[in-house]
């Protein structure tokens, strides 16, 4: 265990089809992050929150939505999603959004959209 | 904005050195990031560069130069174990002074018998 557990591990859905991803934290930090990793790209950085409030949003599609309800729990809402979704998405958390910034991440949940 | 590049596959024999090399392109450099990540799993922490110069960790080694725009990974005594993807990361200062790193590709390594 990394400190970070995100749940699914594995989840297909189709199109029409809504679904969260839920990441959780036991180490005290105050950011969490959200990554896409697809296969021979690079991570790509989706959402960044800080105690709770978004401070990045790298012009994410709407289809995904995040939710931070406090500094131990990150969720990723999934609606009409398109299959070039599928993909590894990563959660990561540090002690805070700058500064030394090491970034503890989660095993992914693998996303398959039909 | 950061333009990162590595090597998107390497192989090595056990028991042997590999070099895994990473060059960038940034404006407010603020740090250099290598994680390692294996199959299926979530990327770890390996080592952390601001300064020029190498940091040295055991089996493993990150080198660093400002002025050009690189980095390295030293792999030493290679071992089975090792086989994963390494990734570089660079950290500057970002919109509103937040300091999150940008990720290259990666590199993939095989290490054989």
């Known amino acids: 265990e990394t400190g970070v557990t995100q749940t699914p591990r594995h989840l297909v859905m189709g199109m029409t089809n809504k679904k969260s991803l839920k990441c959780e934290q036991h180490?005290?930090?105050?950011?969490m992050y959200w990554y896409k990793q697809s296969a021979k790209k690079p991570l790509e950085l989706m959402f960044v929150?800080?105690?709770?409030?978004?401070?990045e949003n790298n012009s994410v599609p709407s289809r995904f939505s995040p939710e931070c309800p406090n500094s131990s729990h990150l969720f990723l809402h999934l609606h009409t999603l398109q299959p070039e979704d599928s993909a590894l998405y990563l959660c990561?958390?540090?002690?805070?959004?700058?500064?030394?910034?090491?970034?503890?991440f989660g095993a992914g949940s693998r996303l398959t959209v039909l | 904005g950061q333009n990162i590049d590595q090597p998107t596959e390497m192989t090595a024999t056990e028991g042997a050195i590999v070099q895994i090399n990473c060059t960038y392109q940034?404006?407010?450099?603020?740090?250099l990031f290598w994680y390692q990540q294996h199959a299926g799993e979530a990327p770890t922490f390996l080592s952390y560069?601001?300064?020029?110069g190498l940091e040295e960790k055991g089996r493993f080694s990150s080198f660093l130069s400002r002025s050009k725009g690189y980095s390295y990974l030293l792999l030493k005594e290679l071992q089975m174990k090792d086989s994963a993807s390494y990734l570089c990361?660079?950290?500057?200062?970002?919109?509103?002074?937040?300091?999150?790193?940008?990720f290259g590709r990666g590199t993939s390594l095989i290490v054989h018998p």
């Open positions: 990561a958390s540090s002690q805070d959004s700058s500064g030394a910034n090491v970034l503890t």
């Open positions: 990361a660079v950290r500057d200062e970002g919109s509103g002074g937040s300091y999150i790193p940008t």
């Open positions: 560069n601001v300064l020029d």
């Open positions: 940034t404006s407010g450099f603020n740090g």
């Open positions: 180490l005290g930090h105050n950011a």
């Open positions: 929150y800080s105690l709770e409030e978004r401070v």
